[in-house]
């Protein structure tokens, strides 16, 4: 049996949450639920049967004109909830449901035909829909059929079994009023359940992208680890010259980079999802802050025998958050410098339109629209390396955001290569609400 379908041995179904066919027939998690609350209510049904059946026999005495019909129902009744139970009533259920209703509203009208009360027969066809919609869980489409079914039934009844009464066009309206309210209804559990079905959709993707996360942070981790002991362990050789001891030492600081970067970005990944990264406000001096982070990534582009141009204009104080505003420009230049095999990798800063504008230029391989619109976007949970390794940038819009910034990606001005930009406001701006 396939993982994630679940066999039902004494009904002999196989059920599978998303509703696919199977070895027998589709059999999904809502038709089970739909199957359940349809049996609940078939105790109500019988209990309100048994009790009209009691008032009328004593109103009307045990022999009066439409008494068979009356355990005729019954009878159906009980009938059609002890199906409900096999697999022949699994397999069409919806249309047994509809059926047992026509049937129930033509016994109605039987029974009218002989007691002569229009109320009865009105009150019962009435009922229908409006049960139907508040017990069965089996769409619009089925839902419109029933009411088809009554409005179709009235109008026989009225027409072949006609009962004289000067409350005809109230009864009428009623009945029209009844469908159309099991009508919205119907279509409002419709909706509500599609919406429960999207969250829970949702929910089960955020945890297989999490899965994914936490399994490439674990092997980003891993191999980072094993090679640290390697390079510990030549660093140990008593024979390594001063050169090998300096790029030794190199590696050991590429690789711990990479990892302290990795786990930040997962660490804060689940705070984006949430909504829930807040920047924290202060006046800080920008200037300061990019050397900061051009000095670091500085060194990790000569690691990987790159260039990094740095550009940066006089930039004015103003209110950032200093562990958020590195981590953006850091995210831009980790990716900016990862995908460059060969060349320079560029930093730029200004200020334009009252913003401070950062701009990460590199010249590495041209990317297709489709993948420059998804750069800033949270990645997709499909075990792609690439979009794994973009999960920093997502993490920078969402940091950016917070502070009332924007990011942005474009391809290079004139040349090869991809521009990342990300702009902070001068004046302070409203925060991010954290959610409660």
């Not at 550009?311 to 950032?320: F, H, N, T």
Request: glycine residues 6%; proline residues 3%; aromatic residues 10%.
């Amino acid at each position: 049996m396939a993982e994630g379908s679940k066999y039902n041995g004494s009904s002999g179904l196989t059920k599978s949450g998303v509703g696919r066919a199977t070895s027998k027939f589709s059999w999904t998690e809502d038709d089970e639920e739909s199957l359940r609350v349809l049996k609940l209510a078939g105790a109500l049904g019988i209990f309100m049967l048994l009790a009209y059946l009691a008032y009328d026999q004593q109103v009307r005495g045990q022999h009066a004109p439409g008494t068979d019909p009356h355990w005729l129902i019954l009878a159906a009744t009980c009938l059609f909830f002890g199906l409900s139970w096999t697999d022949a009533f699994k397999r069409r259920w919806k249309f047994w449901i509809l059926l047992y209703n026509v049937v129930l509203i033509a016994t109605l009208i039987l029974i009218s035909r002989e007691t002569g009360d229009p109320e009865s027969r009105f009150i019962a066809i009435m009922l229908c829909p409006l049960a139907t919609a508040s017990f069965v869980s089996w769409g619009t489409r089925w839902q419109f059929a029933m009411a088809l079914t009554a409005v179709l039934g009235y109008a026989f009844a009225e027409h072949f079994v006609p009962i004289a009464s000067p409350f005809w066009m109230y009864r009428w309206m009623g009945l029209i009023a009844a469908v159309i309210f099991a009508q919205y209804t119907s279509i409002f559990i419709e909706r509500y359940r599609r919406r429960l079905r999207k969250q829970v959709e949702d929910l089960e993707e955020a945890a297989r992208f999490r899965q994914t996360q936490i399994a490439t942070m674990a092997h980003d981790i891993r191999s980072p680890v094993a090679a640290l002991s390697g390079y510990v362990n030549l660093l140990e050789e008593v024979d390594i010259s001063q050169n090998e001891r300096t790029d030794l030492l190199g590696r050991i600081g590429s690789t711990a980079w990479n990892m302290d970067l990795v786990v930040s970005n997962v660490l804060d990944y689940y705070e984006a999802q949430d909504d829930d990264i807040v920047a924290g406000l202060a006046e800080l001096d920008p200037n300061q802050l990019l050397n900061e982070v051009a000095e670091d990534c500085g060194l990790q582009a000569r690691r990987r025998r790159l260039h990094l141009r740095v550009e940066l204009m006089s930039l004015p104080a103003c209110k950032l958050d200093r562990r958020h505003f590195q981590r953006i420009v850091r995210n831009m230049l980790a990716y900016a410098i990862g995908r460059t095999a060969t060349g320079e990798v560029t930093l730029r800063a200004g200020v334009r339109n009252d913003t401070i504008a950062i701009e990460v230029t590199d010249s590495g391989p041209m990317l297709t629209q489709e993948q420059l619109d998804a750069l800033f976007q949270r990645p997709k949970s499909n075990g792609d390396r690439s979009a794994v390794r973009g999960l920093g940038l997502y993490i920078a819009r969402a940091m950016a955001e917070a502070a009332g910034g924007r990011t942005e990606a474009r391809f290079a001005d004139g040349r090869r290569g991809l521009t990342l930009v990300a702009e902070f406001p001068l004046e302070e701006q409203p925060l991010k609400a954290r959610r409660p």
